[in-house]
């Protein structure tokens, strides 16, 4: 069955290279980590600036949806890997380790 999306709620390639855009800049990877100092308010008014297409809400579920999808990978991540290659332990490891960027832009272009 096929889901009817508004004009809106649909994310475009272009709003979701340059969600990856802000999510790349190491500042910004900063400003997501506990402790920084700045509040979730904060992130998506600063990402919703940059995607004029996209209400503020929205940027702010599909920041909430890619961060819960990135920490289940992360702590995906750091179990043993019981029953794995060396080989893909390594690769999975090096991919992950802190790069909220390279998640979103691999998890957002296998939905494309």
Known sequence: MRHSYSENSAWTKDEVER????FEDPA?????KKGSGITKKMIVKEIAA??????AVKVGYKYDNLMKSYRAAAKL?????WGLPEQDLDEGHRCLRGN????????QFHKF
């Open 100 to 107: 909220v960027a390279f998640y979103i832009l691999s998890y």
């Open 77 to 81: 991540n750091n179990q043993t890997g």
């Open 28 to 32: 910004n990877q900063q400003k997501t």
């Open 50 to 55: 940059q995607i004029p297409t996209k209400e």
């Open 19 to 22: 969600l990856i855009q802000w």
